[in-house]
């Protein structure tokens, strides 16, 4: 064997149990007890718990066009030292990836250079489907993604009709960035000039449920899967968890942990992102569907700007802030404060991303599956802080912040990538497969 993990806990989305992990090539090859087969390497891993390799389903590395505040290889970094073996990155870069020539030359920027495993998404536009049919089998594309809504970048699509035809165009995912663009213009009277609160009083809950209620019955009428991004409201909660058949959702950790007014008290315009932090309300709800097991993944929307950028008066400034970094130990002080199990949090950033996005050979620990894997120390506290932030951009709306639980290691095709908070391992991530 290359690598056999000893004395760990391996938790899957059902159950825990205490087993070793024999790696060869990449791949996980036997679990057991496995004391007696010899190995190039052996990693203790007693008192630690060994996940499938977390992914992060929504971030944004910046590049191409606006490396200042990320790339590639420093967002990858990010991921990896915060436990995150794979990540879905987005197309609304410089220029937006809305053709094939535009997304292989981006997945031949992201080889030799990114430190996890990753896939991208293809932007929609009204006039580019023949572009999505080109692209859609590639390894290493995810989905389409489509805003209903404006936010950064120029990626627009908010007429429905144009809408209902990119899901009959593709079996691919779509997954949604669902503000309604109507709704936001006729709005903008809302924001007031230094006032990053006035932020969600702009861009509010109908704004948002609007978008949401056309985009789950266009999903019924077409019988389409679809996948709506970081949901925000009580409102939108209620009604998506009744409606399951097509579509699933993902929320972020900031949605999870922050609330106005006093995020934008303490943050300013570092609180500002879209869809934006709402009153505590919207966070009681959302909190309540996580203890309910009602929401199907957590994405950080991991999307930075530099200091510089965020400092501006509102509404100059930017919308976005990182979170790849941060995601896991955000779940796992829910693991701690007892909000969640420890398989929820599998079924969260794991077996749910697989089974929704049909990931080939990801997801499980399971002979003949890929050596991902996030090792864990739950009795690990740790002040997170700015002078830790791997991404460019240098600040984390978290700084300051205990957690309780964190990662201790990222394997990733079988090899050790960063161990107990120093990075050893080369940029060697791969473009995931799907079926």
């Known amino acids: 064997m290359d690598t056999i993990i000893e004395n760990g ?15 060869k090539n990449g791949k996980i090859v036997k679990i057991g007890k496995l004391g007696t087969i010899k190995s190039k390497k052996r990693i203790d891993a007693s008192g630690l718990h060994i996940l499938p390799g977390v992914f992060d389903t929504q971030v944004h590395f910046r590049e191409p066009g606006n490396t200042k505040k990320e790339d590639l290889k420093t967002g990858s970094l990010a991921a990896v030292a915060g436990g995150v073996t794979s990540v879905f990155d987005m197309p609304n870069n410089k220029p937006s990836i809305t053709t094939k020539k535009l997304f292989q030359t981006k997945l031949k920027r992201a080889k030799g250079r990114m430190y996890s495993n990753y896939a991208f998404y293809f932007g929609a536009e009204k006039n580019n489907i023949k572009e999505i049919n080109k692209v859609e089998k590639l390894d290493g594309c995810c989905g389409v993604k489509v805003f209903v809504g404006s936010s950064t970048g120029t990626l627009l699509v908010s007429n429905h009709e144009d809408i209902k035809k990119i899901m009959k165009s593709t079996k691919k995912m779509i997954s949604f960035h669902s503000e309604d663009e109507d709704e936001l213009i006729k709005r903008e009277r809302f924001r007031k000039k230094n006032k990053p609160q006035s932020h969600y009083i702009w861009r509010d ?40 058949k097509y579509v699933s959702f993902e929320v972020t950790p900031q949605h999870l942990v922050f609330s106005a007014p006093s995020a934008y008290k303490k943050l300013g315009t570092y609180a500002q992102m879209n869809p934006p932090i709402r009153d505590s309300r919207h966070k009681k709800v959302l909190r309540q569907a996580l203890k309910n097991n009602d929401i199907d993944l957590i994405g950080s929307d991991h999307a930075p700007h530099l200091k510089s950028e965020k400092k501006l008066s509102y509404p100059k400034s ?3 802030m990182p979170g790849v970094q941060t995601l896991l130990p955000v779940l796992l002080n829910e693991v701690h404060k007892k909000t969640i199990s420890l398989n929820y949090l ?27 894997l996030s090792i864990v120390d739950l009795n690990k506290k740790m002040k997170f802080s700015n002078s830790m932030v791997k991404s460019k951009c240098g600040w984390s709306p978290f700084h300051g912040t205990q957690f309780n639980g964190w990662p201790v290691g ?7 990538v960063f161990w107990n908070g120093k990075l050893i391992g080369k940029p060697d991530g791969k473009p995931i497969k799907f079926n």
Do not use: Y
């Not at 806990?9 to 790696?23: G, L, P, R, W």
């Not at 080939?360 to 003949?368: A, P």
């Not at 990222?410 to 050790?416: D, F, P, S, Y």
């Open 346 to 372: 599998v079924r969260l950033t794991s077996f749910n991303v697989i089974k929704i996005f049909k990931i080939k050979n990801k997801g499980l620990i399971k002979e003949g599956f890929d050596a991902d």
């Open 318 to 320: 930017p919308s976005g």
């Open 9 to 23: 806990h391996i938790v899957s989305h059902e159950k825990i149990t205490k087993n070793d992990i024999a790696i």
């Open 410 to 416: 990222t394997i990733i095709n079988g090899n050790k």
């Open 205 to 244: 809950v109908n704004t948002a449920l609007k978008s949401t209620r056309k985009l789950i019955a266009n999903a019924n009428k077409t019988k389409k899967k679809i996948h709506i991004l970081h949901i925000t409201s009580a409102e939108e909660v209620n009604i998506l968890k009744k409606n399951k």
